[in-house]
């Protein structure tokens, strides 16, 4: 290996060489102690290995929600945040927009959801959303909601929009990286979100019971094979989960029919919870049971 030296680096280099020199003429544990004593200024406020995001990207969706209001009127869009590993610590996450010359903080809800403002420097610099969470521990949704739906339902108008701009900002990863040819806003372009079995993963609050359409005086209950990832009748190995976001979520995953347009935008998604009190589950079952057979 060679050395060069540049003007100048001379002198540092032989200053090096002295204290070098000076430090190994100490006692063993003076020399420990010394080194320890250095280690411990030092503070590292930067997490190693990070989950990040496009904040390109991000804006991207951002701009198609603009553009695609018609879906959704009344909603507000914000990006959440979800456990990806069973140790995932979900409390406490900080937020930033990382650039190469700033970091923006980025305000997080109590539910783990926030809202991106428009920085030019930061998007001249291909700055990155990055919380302070190693890579693979989070998974990352869009969250479309309209306000005064009744408790525990969701709009599929909602849903079908969430689909859209979940692609176009790049969030979702379903696949082993050597499978992901096509990139996600190529995909939306090519009608992934419009298909009518699209397999966009959705997750709920809770782990899931049941789940019904309704529209007007049609109500549907979705089949088993929807729920779960759809694991019930296609289980994943442990190959394809380690490789899904929905690795820890598979009891509160499912898939919407978007684009089935017999179902209008305005209708409701009502969702049955394993935690529900007995007699709603109860209720339910008889309907469950006509729609998905005996069960095993």
Known sequence: MRL????????QFA???TCAAAYADQPQGKARAAAD??????????????????????????DLFEEMRSVAPNATLRYRLLPRQRDTKM????????????????????DRTFALE??????????????????????????????GLPPSTRRLGDLRLECHVGMEADLVSNSRPIDNLVPNFALRMLGFCDKKDARYYFFAERPLFSVTMVAGTRREILSAEKLY?????????????????????LDRTYFMPLGDRSWPDDTLIEFEYMDDPDDRQ??????IAATNGEAR
Do not use: F
């Open 4 to 11: 060069y030296c540049l003007p100048g680096a001379a002198i």
């Open 37 to 62: 004593a250095d280690l411990q200024t030092v503070t590292v406020t930067a997490t190693r290995d990070p989950v990040d995001k496009s904040y390109r990207k991000m804006l991207k969706g951002m």
């Open 282 to 287: 109860a209720a339910a079952a008889p309907s």
């Open 91 to 110: 409390d406490g996450i900080v937020m930033e927009i990382v650039g190469d010359t700033d970091r923006i903080p980025v305000p997080m809800a109590p």
């Open 118 to 147: 428009r920085h030019q420097q930061a998007l001249d610099e291909a700055a990155s959303v990055r919380p302070n969470r190693k890579a693979g521990s989070l998974t990352w949704r869009t969250e479309i909601r309209t306000p």
């Open 15 to 17: 200053t090096m060489l």
């Open 229 to 249: 990832a759809g694991a019930i009748y296609d289980p994943l190995s442990a190959s394809e989960l380690s490789h899904c976001d929905c690795q820890v979520l």
